[in-house]
């Protein structure tokens, strides 16, 4: 694999379609190919409020329309089911595309659903968040949630391309741009100091759309080099798992308590955590874990626990797929840019961790 086959639709996919065919159309439509029979994947809410922008363009005309309910709750082998149905009750075979309009769920399930369907028929993603066009949508991971946890099955299964278009980005509220941009944090995390030190001064909730678009190609362009040199997460892609361990224990708590936290916001607090353990552990400077911490803490607000909580968030990252044999794995940082993976802490230095947060985030 050379590359992952990301396009940035500028300018937007629908523009120019009524005066004659634009840019984006003339994208999309060469990447779509000639394919037998096209689907078009998306949830309730991207149906109502994304496919009104591309809805008119000519090489989406005979696409065949699948919509599923919204919201991580929905990414179930139930729905799965139903897209393998309508796929086909369409007709679909092994040279028909799938193109997913939406967020991470529409890309997660929808790619799933292409990666099985006739043991894998194409698929193209078409982000509508600032966390799908940043995180979820490229890369080739798949999957559905099961018995109780988070893309618990799924496939590793690259789509034919990811056509990444901010204009979507004017249905994105606050707290989803938020979000989306906690993924962007970390790969400045994970980069270098000046990409890092770039996102720290932008104002994600009121965004400049065209340095935002900017940003998202620097951005997607760090997971990107990743994802090609370890597409299956054998190593250096757990680099994008920094922030994940306490922030998937936090989503998880949060979703346990009925208090359900946005995906992002849990990676932001879980990023702060993680600083803090890369600063006792590896010698990250104090000063840049004491911005990061500042910029999430004035963003994302706080996780509301206790000290009477460390033992159930101890426990849920305890469970985290991402370890081995029942030891706490991490991704730690040395520096910006200076990546650990699997660094491990013990239960006594998770609960120290967690007493920062706690004390700063007071
Ligand atoms: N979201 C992390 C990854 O794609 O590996």
């Known amino acids: ?4 086959n990301i396009y940035y639709s500028l300018p937007p996919l629908g523009e120019g379609s009524g005066r004659g065919l634009g840019l984006g159309h003339e994208l999309l439509s060469s990447l779509i190919g000639s394919p037998d029979r096209l689907f078009v994947l998306t ?3 991207t149906r109502r409020l994304c496919w009104p922008l ?3 363009l000519p090489c989406l005309a005979e696409a065949q329309h699948i919509t599923i309910p919204p919201t991580d709750e929905n990414k179930t082998l139930q729905t799965l089911a139903s897209v393998w149905t309508a796929l086909q009750q369409g007709g679909a075979t092994r040279h028909s595309l799938l193109i997913c309009l939406g967020g991470g769920m529409v890309s997660d399930l929808g790619g799933f659903a292409a990666s099985t369907f006739k043991r894998g028929i194409a698929c193209i993603n078409i982000p509508t968040t600032l966390l799908s066009m940043v995180d979820a949508s490229v890369g080739g991971k798949t999957g559905i949630n099961f018995g109780g946890l988070k893309n618990e ?11 990444i278009d901010t204009q979507f980005l004017r249905t994105q509220d606050t707290a989803n741009m938020l979000s989306g941009y906690a993924e962007m944090l970390k790969h400045g995390l994970i980069s270098n100091e000046e990409h890092w030190a770039e996102l720290l001064r932008f104002e994600p909730e009121s965004p400049d759309l065209g340095l935002l678009s900017e940003m998202i190609s620097r951005s997607v362009a760090v997971k990107e080099r990743i994802v090609l040199e370890d597409p299956t997460e054998q190593g250096i892609r757990r680099a994008l798992n920094l922030g994940h361990t306490a ?3 936090f989503e998880s708590f949060a979703l346990a308590k009925g208090q359900p936290v946005l995906h992002g916001y849990a990676v932001a607090w879980g990023l702060v955590c993680e600083l803090y353990l890369s600063v006792r552990k590896c010698g990250f400077p104090q000063d840049k874990m004491r911005q990061t911490l500042q910029f999430v803490r004035s963003r994302y607000g706080a996780m509301a626990f206790g000290c009477k909580d460390y033992d159930r968030l101890l426990n849920l990252m305890q469970h985290d797929k991402k370890n081995t044999a029942g030891i706490i794995n991490f ?10 993976i699997d660094q ?10 967690l007493d920062f947060y706690a004390d700063c985030f007071a």
């Open 54 to 56: 591309v809805a008119q």
């Open 1 to 4: 694999m050379s590359k992952l």
């Open 247 to 249: 922030g998937h224990a």
């Open 43 to 45: 949830d309730e809410t």
């Open 331 to 340: 991704t730690l940082l040395g520096g910006i840019g200076d990546i650990r």
């Open 153 to 163: 099955v799924g496939t590793f299964c690259q789509p034919r391309a990811v056509i």
């Open 344 to 353: 491990t802490a013990t239960p006594e230095e998770i609960r120290d961790m």
